[in-house]
C-alpha cells in the first residue's frame, strides 16, 4: 500500500543543533515528494520538493530510493523553524493521482 | 489574491445537526481538494475535484459526508448528520493541473475550519 510514515510525532531540538525529520515511503512507482510546513498561526504551505533539489530555509532533502526515505535536514536550527512539517508523496494510487501526507512531525528549537 | 478562503472558521455543533464547510478556490484553478485534520490521523484527503468534477472520493468516511462543486469558484463540504467524532480541522486546497502533469505538487491551503461537534 502507497504510505507516507514520519516516525516522530515530536522533535524537540537546540537552536544551532542540527535537526534531521525522518520519512519513509511506500509507493510502487517513481514518486514525487515533498515537504510541507505549518508554522504557528499560518497556513500548510510547500517548503520543498524533491524534483527541484533545492535548498529553502537552509532546509535540505534528499531523495534516496534505495531507503525509500526524504529525510529533511537542516545544520543549524533555528528558533523560527518551530512548526508542524509534513512530508508528502505525489503519486497515481487507487487509480487516481494523489497528495498523501505523513501523520506530520511538530518541531520545537529550544532558545 | 487573498487566497484560498474557507468559511467558516470555526463551527460549534451540537451532534446530529448538518454541518456545511465553504471554500472558494484561488482563481485559475482548476483542481481542489477537502482534507480533514486529526491528532490521530494527521492530513487525510477527503476527496478532490478536478475541472468541478469530482475525480476521487475515497477518503470520505461514510454517507454522512458529501461535496459539491456547483462552479469553478465554489466548492462545499456537508455533513449531515454530524458526530462528535467529526471534530477535526477541515482544510481546502487548491492547484492548477495542466492535465497531464501529476496531482499534487503545490497545494495552496486555505486557513481551515475547525470543527467542534458537542
Known amino acids: 500500500a502507497q504510505r507516507v510514515t514520519q516516525p516522530e510525532k515530536l522533535l524537540s531540538v537546540f537552536k544551532g543543533a542540527p535537526v534531521e525529520l525522518k520519512c519513509n515511503y511506500s509507493?510502487?512507482?517513481?514518486?514525487?515528494l515533498f515537504w510541507y510546513v505549518q508554522y504557528s498561526r499560518q497556513r500548510l504551505q510547500l517548503l520543498l520538493r524533491?524534483?527541484s533539489r533545492e535548498s529553502i530555509k537552509g532546509f535540505t532533502a534528499d531523495l534516496n530510493k534505495g531507503e525509500t526515505s526524504f529525510h529533511l535536514k537542516k545544520p543549524f536550527a533555528q528558533e523560527e523553524d518551530s512548526a508542524m512539517y509534513y512530508c508528502?508523496?505525489?503519486?497515481?494510487?487507487?487509480?487516481?493521482?494523489?497528495?498523501?501526507f505523513g501523520q506530520g512531525t511538530r518541531l520545537t528549537i529550544n532558545p | 489574491d487573498a487566497g484560498v478562503i474557507q468559511s467558516p472558521r470555526h463551527e460549534v455543533t451540537e451532534m446530529g445537526q448538518e454541518v456545511t464547510l465553504r471554500c472558494k478556490p484561488i482563481s485559475g484553478h482548476n483542481s481542489l481538494f477537502w482534507y480533514r485534520q486529526t491528532m490521530m490521523r494527521g492530513l487525510e484527503l477527503l476527496i478532490y475535484?478536478?475541472?468541478?468534477?469530482?475525480?476521487?472520493d475515497s477518503g470520505m468516511p461514510e454517507d454522512r459526508f458529501s461535496a459539491k462543486m456547483p462552479n469553478a469558484s465554489f466548492s462545499t463540504l456537508k455533513i449531515q448528520p454530524s458526530e462528535p467524532r467529526d471534530s477535526a480541522v477541515y482544510f481546502c486546497?487548491?492547484?492548477?493541473?495542466?492535465?497531464?502533469?501529476?496531482?499534487?505538487?503545490?497545494?495552496?491551503f486555505g486557513p481551515g475550519t475547525r470543527l467542534t461537534v458537542l
Open positions: 524533491h524534483i
Open positions: 486546497a487548491s492547484t492548477f493541473n495542466s492535465g497531464g502533469a501529476r496531482i499534487g505538487g503545490e497545494q495552496f
Open positions: 475535484f478536478n475541472n468541478n468534477v469530482p475525480i476521487d
Open positions: 508528502a508523496l505525489s503519486g497515481l494510487i487507487q487509480g487516481a493521482q494523489k497528495l498523501v
Open positions: 509507493y510502487s512507482g517513481s514518486p514525487e
